[in-house]
């Protein structure tokens, strides 16, 4: 019989202020009892004021084996940077 | 709770690895493990990496999870209100421990269903501990003093392990067990401190589960095949008999704080080591008990299947009434 519940994985918010935090996955039939799920497992200890629970399947993800193609340009240009730039030590700094 | 490697003696390391893998993809694996960075999910891995990790982590899974049978047995019999909700808050965190675990396999490409099958029918190991009986109330103290104390020494190492989703299940985890060794050692200092016969009590539950909790870590050293090729992935960071013999040096003085002895004629403080030499342990019996042979192993197994098969029309139906819901939804 594989009539596994679906996965789902659990976002956090600490406190207000913050953004949801990524803290691991639920099985559940559905999204309320993935909530229930989540609360029971993942806050036991104050650790959210708020919970996100999403379908693990609706997730798309990069590719680590792309990671380079798609991460490694932001290293030429480092002129993004404020300290590629240099300014005489008596100008002051917005 | 706890993990260890637990292969049957004499299955000598079977991990060689079946697969011929790019010695490119290799290389560059090796290179960033032993550099201490974190290997996620979808990164590339070697095979044997990802076996002996699923293999390590749903073992420690299932080891949380079974040790809440030995703890849930005493909590309508705990002794106070306060004793009992805290058992219980104990026993809820280990089913979540085996939940943080059973998730970060997942990653790993294997189901739930099938650790729970595996688990089920005897081909998954759990750490032998649990295949020993809790006698007394006692016994809930010396557990999570002593076998919560040598799961949190085992570990602690592993928040390093190189695997980001284990690694973070052990941060999460480590977290939550120090409350569980504290309140074990609360309940024997409650008892050492008690009359006649409650002193009597936490000296026979100390007797029964040093031992015990001294295999937990494993076996020695010179006898652990795959632990070289652990400890150079990062799923180890320490050797079996290094941890073993911290636990020693912490939980003596422990005992010997609150008048308990501990039941060893050979332990002896090693001036040249600064470490206590302690007795031989009885390998015989360890290897019984990981071959299933434990005096409550079938027990505990029952119970587990009994839960699974008892609960089954719960699963089925939360599905049901889950995909009733949808068929509805859709037609609105």
């Known amino acids: 019989m594989s009539s596994e519940w679906p996965l789902w994985e659990v976002f956090v918010r600490a406190r ?54 798609l991460f490694e340009p932001a290293a030429d240009k480092i002129y993004r940077h404020p300290t590629f730039y240099s300014i005489p030590e008596h100008i ?3 | 709770m706890y993990t260890t490697e637990l292969n049957d003696k004499g299955r ?5 690895p079946v697969v011929a893998e790019d010695p490119a993809l290799l290389a560059a694996f090796e290179a960033r493990v032993s550099a201490d960075d974190f290997i996620e999910p979808k990164d590339w891995m070697p095979e044997a990496y990802r076996k002996t990790l699923v293999r390590q982590i749903s073992q420690h899974a299932h080891s949380e999870i079974v040790g809440m049978l030995p703890e849930g047995n005493w909590i309508t019999r705990a002794p106070s209100l306060r004793r009992k909700a805290v058992l219980l808050a104990k026993v809820q965190d280990e089913g979540g421990h ?62 390093r392990a190189s695997y980001g989703p284990y690694a973070r299940a052990m941060v999460r985890i480590c977290k ?12 024997m200092m409650t008892l050492a401190a008690g009359t006649t016969e409650q002193k009597r009590m936490a000296q026979d539950a100390l007797d029964r589960w040093w031992w015990p909790s001294l295999m937990m870590f494993g076996p020695p050293d010179d006898n652990s095949p795959n632990s070289a090729q652990s400890m150079r992935w990062r799923i180890k960071r320490e050797t079996n008999d290094q941890i073993r013999q911290r636990f020693v040096d912490v939980t003596v003085p422990q005992a010997d704080a609150i008048g308990l002895r501990v039941p060893d004629p050979a332990l002896a403080w090693n001036e040249t080591r600064e470490s206590y030499d302690f007795g031989e342990i009885d390998w015989d019996e360890f290897y019984a008990v990981v071959r ?18 008892d609960g089954a029309w719960v699963r089925e139906a939360a599905s049901t009434h889950a995909a009733k819901r949808d068929v509805r939804a859709a037609a609105e």
Request: proline share 3%; net charge negative.
């Open chain 2, 292 to 309: 299933g042979e434990g005096p409550v192993a079938k027990e505990r197994m029952s119970a587990r299947v009994k839960a699974w098969t």
């Open chain 2, 98 to 159: 085996g939940l943080y675990l059973y998730a970060a396999a997942e990653t790993l490409g294997t189901s739930r269903e099938d650790m729970i099958e595996a688990l089920h029918s005897g081909r998954a190991k759990y750490s032998t501990i649990f295949n020993y009986p809790t006698l007394t109330w006692a016994d809930i103290g010396a557990i999570g003093w002593l076998v919560d104390g040598a799961a949190i020494m085992n570990q602690v190492p592993l928040q």
């Open chain 1, 92 to 94: 002051k700094n917005i």
């Open chain 2, 176 to 187: 939550e067990e120090s409350f569980h060794q504290r309140q074990g050692y609360e309940i």
């Open chain 2, 12 to 16: 000598k390391s079977s991990l060689a």
């Open chain 1, 16 to 69: 207000n202020g913050l953004a949801h935090k990524h803290v691991g996955s639920v099985h559940a039939a559905d999204a309320r009892m993935a909530i229930e799920a989540a609360r029971d497992t993942y806050t036991r200890r104050m650790e959210g004021v708020s919970l996100w629970v999403v379908p693990s399947a609706a997730i798309t993800a990069s590719d680590p084996a792309e990671a380079g193609a």
